[in-house]
């Protein structure tokens, strides 16, 4: 996973379209069009890995985009990674969802709730979960962002490693689709924590901000709203 730093971009659905948040707050989205469209779009740029976000399940508990997921794995060749997070409540829901050709699951509230579902599904598909650690004023958040836990972020990173986690993804709420540069030192305290590679999300507004986060440890940066706007194209950031 992830052996050289990737620039991954973010692919957020709600109600079918894709579409970017501010800080995680419902209703404040902008919208960028058909999943399937973008999906394939950044294949076609370079893309290698897909990071996909049903924003209904991860507000409502329940995934509601199922058949754009579905689309989207139909529509890239095999060697394309897609992770996929947001209402993946249960095993049975990640199993099902691999069976069916997602390569990774993103875990937030499903992990905080329940630790041990990390391992058992990690038991039958090695290296396959993310858990996502969502901060917001230093603690993690889940629920869409919604409820605190208390949890420290890197305190917590280094815990879902010993339950079998393959990789962190780590998202700076408060600067979540913002445009407002990236955060590094909440960066490099989860990076420092673990040995399993590190995903950086939020904030990213320019290609200093991509340069940053490779240099701060992460293996790979997700890009959504930088892209959307065009503040640069993804071969420009992939060359960093």
């Known amino acids: 996973m992830f052996p050289r730093f990737e620039v991954v971009p973010a692919i957020d659905m709600q109600d079918g379209r894709v579409v970017q948040l ?3 707050e419902r209703g404040t989205g902008t919208e960028y069009g058909d999943p399937v469209e973008a999906a394939t779009r950044w294949v076609e740029r370079g893309a290698r890995t897909l990071h996909l976000v049903d924003l209904d399940g991860a507000f409502d508990g329940e995934r509601a985009n199922a058949d754009a997921v579905e689309a989207i794995v139909g ?7 897609v992770q996929l997070g947001g209402g993946i409540r249960s095993a049975a829901d990640a199993f099902g969802l691999m069976d069916a050709g997602v390569d990774r699951v993103i875990l937030g509230t499903a992990a905080i709730e329940t630790p041990e579902i990390v391992g058992r599904i990690s038991d039958r ?8 650690l969502d901060a917001r004023g230093g603690e993690v958040v889940v629920s869409g962002w919604t409820e605190g836990t208390g949890l420290d972020p890197a305190e917590a990173a280094a815990r879902y490693e010993s339950e079998g986690a393959g990789a962190i993804l780590f ?3 408060d600067v979540e689709g913002q445009l407002s540069g990236i955060r590094r030192e909440p960066v490099e305290r989860v990076v420092e924590a673990v040995d399993v590679p590190v995903v950086a999300s939020g904030g990213v507004s320019t290609l200093e901000d991509v340069g940053a986060l490779r240099d701060a440890g992460a293996a790979a940066a997700v890009v959504g709203t930088a892209l959307y706007e065009e503040r640069f194209t ?3 950031a992939m060359a960093v």
Do not use: M, N, R
């Open 22 to 24: 501010v800080g995680g």
């Open 75 to 81: 529509a890239v060749d095999a060697d394309i990674d």
């Open 125 to 132: 598909f090695p290296g396959s979960v993310v858990v996502s």
């Open 171 to 173: 998202t700076d709420v």
């Open 234 to 236: 993804l071969e420009e």
